[in-house]
């Protein structure tokens, strides 16, 4: 039992010391950044990225009013439902759920791409003429990720409240006007803030963990494939951490 833990507190240190360096190595890439590499990052993270993110935001609408409505009528208090389902969807599902959609598809592609140029030494190849891989692959799509995930999620939460009026409307008859009364009367402008912190502090741990994942992949096929389901697991790992962490520390700040 003790060798397990000590192992396992041994991987998670290694874990953490591979996030931090590739975090490093990031930020000093940073100045010497391909910027047709941000550029294409953007188009294939973000722009790629639309179109399930639009799906995911209706559908997160609609489910959280259909789960709000069961209580708003068991307690009579439909004059309060778009500030909990607005709420909820700002401060915590929209990011959260956001958050998983994309280390599933942004994370386990960046991994997979990465190891692919891992295992068949490109990175290598870039080292042996003088670049710097972190330069110009690593830096700029941590950024485009980044930039990414904290722009989709502001169109998120837009697309989330409107869907979620629309089904307040049919599933309660309740009028969309008084729907965005409550919305607009106890909701703030800090709550927003909070979900988009969220959603950016997301992109760039899905990036982070990602790339530390797909650089460290060893041997064939095989090894692609293991980083990319690795970078997926714990993509959404450090999501839940980042979430429990941020919820109680954003919310002492924003107050």
């Known amino acids: 039992m003790l060798v397990w833990l000590g192992q396992e507190a041994l991987g998670a240190v290694r874990s953490v010391g591979a996030l931090a360096l590739v975090l490093a190595r990031t930020v000093l890439g940073l100045g010497r950044m391909d910027r047709r590499e941000l550029l294409r990052g953007l188009e294939e993270f973000g722009w790629g990225s639309l179109p399930l993110t639009l799906a995911v935001a209706a559908l997160t609408g609609a489910t959280v009013v259909v789960q709000t409505s069961l209580y708003v009528q068991r307690f009579g ?26 280390a599933a598809r942004l994370g386990a592609r960046n991994a997979a791409e990465l190891a692919t140029m891992q295992v068949g030494g490109q990175l290598e190849g870039l080292r042996g003429i003088g670049l710097d891989p972190f330069a110009v692959l690593v830096a700029p799509r941590v950024v ?4 990414s995930v904290t722009g989709l999620s502001t169109l998120t939460f837009l697309v989330a409240v409107l869907f979620e009026a629309v089904a307040a409307y049919f599933t309660l008859a309740l009028p969309v006007r008084a729907f965005f009364d409550s919305f607009e009367r106890m909701l703030h402008a800090t709550d927003v803030l909070g979900g988009v912190v969220k959603s950016g502090a997301f992109g760039l741990a899905i990036a982070l963990v990602s790339t530390a994942v797909g650089i460290q992949a060893r041997g064939g096929a095989r090894a692609v494939g293991q980083a990319a389901a690795g970078a997926v697991v714990m993509g959404c790992a450090a999501i839940f951490l980042l979430d429990f962490l941020l919820t109680s520390s954003l919310a002492f700040l924003l107050r």
Do not use: Q
């Open 144 to 147: 485009a990720m980044t930039v």
């Open 77 to 102: 208090a439909r004059a309060f439902l778009g500030w909990a389902a607005g709420y909820a969807v700002l401060w915590e599902f929209g990011p959260l759920l956001l958050g998983l959609v994309m």
